[in-house]
């Protein structure tokens, strides 16, 4: 009886590190710019990023962000798609005027406009 026991332990801990390693030979680590302020930035980015198959760690000092995803789920341009969606401009999307007036007011970073041609006056 013992030795049946053991037997489906050593079978369960062989099909457990096996699940995990299967899982993690898909994933894809990159570095990316998302802007934002404080803590309750580095919350709602990380909140709408995090999923099953995404996990995205923002650090507010840096402004940058390490996202860690499985390319056969999801890709790069979907996490950073759903950042803006919720105010914060990234290096792949402006968040619309909408989402980021919805920010609370600590989390309205200053958005970077584009640089407009100089007019010479003569």
């Given at each position: 009886?013992k030795?049946?026991?053991k037997?489906?332990v050593?079978?369960i801990?062989?099909?457990?590190?096996?699940?995990?390693n299967?899982q993690?030979?898909?994933k894809?680590?990159e570095?990316?710019?998302i802007n934002?302020n404080c803590a309750?930035c580095?919350?709602?980015?990380e909140?709408t990023?995090?999923?099953k198959s995404?996990?995205?760690?923002?650090n507010?000092d840096t402004k940058?962000?390490v996202v860690?995803y499985?390319p056969?789920?999801t890709?790069?341009?979907?996490?950073?798609?759903?950042?803006?969606?919720?105010?914060y401009?990234?290096?792949?999307?402006t968040?619309?005027?909408?989402?980021?007036?919805?920010?609370?007011?600590?989390?309205?970073?200053?958005?970077?406009t584009?640089k407009?041609?100089q007019?010479h006056?003569?």
């Amino acid at each position: 009886m013992k030795s049946i026991y053991k037997v489906l332990v050593a079978i369960i801990l062989l099909l457990s590190v096996a699940t995990v390693n299967a899982q993690s030979k898909n994933k894809v680590t990159e570095t990316v710019k998302i802007n934002g302020n404080c803590a309750m930035c580095k919350k709602t980015i990380e909140t709408t990023s995090n999923t099953k198959s995404a996990v995205l760690n923002w650090n507010k000092d840096t402004k940058t962000a390490v996202v860690t995803y499985d390319p056969k789920k999801t890709n790069l341009e979907e996490i950073l798609k759903r950042v803006s969606d919720a105010g914060y401009d990234n290096e792949k999307f402006t968040a619309t005027t909408t989402a980021y007036d919805n920010l609370h007011g600590c989390c309205q970073y200053d958005r970077e406009t584009p640089k407009k041609a100089q007019c010479h006056k003569q």
